[in-house]
């Protein structure tokens, strides 16, 4: 079936160091990949998507490029701040549009 | 404002008592789905709604779970007899269509405890 496997936190970082965090999946077919964000005492949003192989998705200065060959969506950016601090989840859609998601990686940035 | 809109957000019962969560989507949102996070499962899927259908009730757990929609609007996740391992909050999400793409929008959940 279909599975997200991310790396295990807490991941703790100084403010503008380079973050990655590690996501790879499986599945069947061509799913939709996405990463989620958590801010501490807030809900879910989406923080960025892609939906096809090569395809790169961005925002505030988070990247990730969905990498058919290695089956993964790895999350990137340049320069951590103190405010990039929550719960980040990889995720999977299946065609029904259900997200099947990752554990979830804690980010902790340090002044 | 129109976000998702859950309720109530937090609630405490006792263990067998049944419980009803409620969840408003997103007007237009023809997609709705309810998602349970807990500390030892990570998110996990539970039902999906696509207008008043629920095509994939798959993540249930027991029969004890159940949930309508209706009027292609207002979502209620139904426990019946809770027991404490249904401790968790639980998420709702709806997105304009159904599809692999579409990016889903959460309410803030409901935080239920079984004492």
């Known amino acids: 079936g279909n599975s997200v496997t991310q790396m295990e936190g807490p991941v703790t970082l100084s403010e503008e160091a380079f973050l990655t965090i590690n996501c790879t999946y499986t599945?069947?077919?061509?799913?939709?990949l996405f990463w989620y964000v958590q801010y501490p005492g807030e809900g879910l949003q989406l923080l960025l998507k892609?939906?096809?192989?090569?395809d790169k998705g961005s925002n505030k200065g988070f990247e990730a490029t969905y990498r058919k060959e290695t089956t993964s969506f790895h999350l990137e950016k340049g320069s951590v701040q103190v405010s990039d601090s929550a719960v980040y989840f990889c995720?999977?859609?299946?065609?029904?549009?259900?997200?099947?998601f990752g554990q979830g990686t804690t980010l902790q940035v340090k002044p | 404002g129109a976000g998702v809109s859950q309720s109530p957000s937090n609630k405490v019962t006792e263990k067998g008592k049944d419980v009803e969560l409620r969840c408003d989507p997103i007007s237009g949102h023809t997609a709705l789905y309810w998602y349970r996070q807990s500390l030892g499962q990570g998110l996990e899927f539970l039902i999906y709604?696509?207008?008043?259908?629920?095509?994939?009730k798959s993540g249930l757990p027991s029969d004890r779970f159940s949930a309508e929609r209706t009027g292609g609007s207002v979502s209620t996740l139904t426990i019946q007899r809770t027991q404490q391992e249904d401790s968790a909050v639980y998420l709702c999400a709806s997105s304009l269509e159904q599809g692999a793409g579409q990016p889903q929008h959460f309410g803030d959940g409901t935080r239920l405890s079984i004492l």
């Open positions: 892609a939906t096809k192989a090569d």
């Open positions: 995720a999977l859609g299946s065609n029904t549009g259900k997200l099947i």
């Open positions: 709604f696509q207008g008043n259908s629920a095509p994939d």
């Open positions: 599945a069947t077919g061509y799913p939709s």
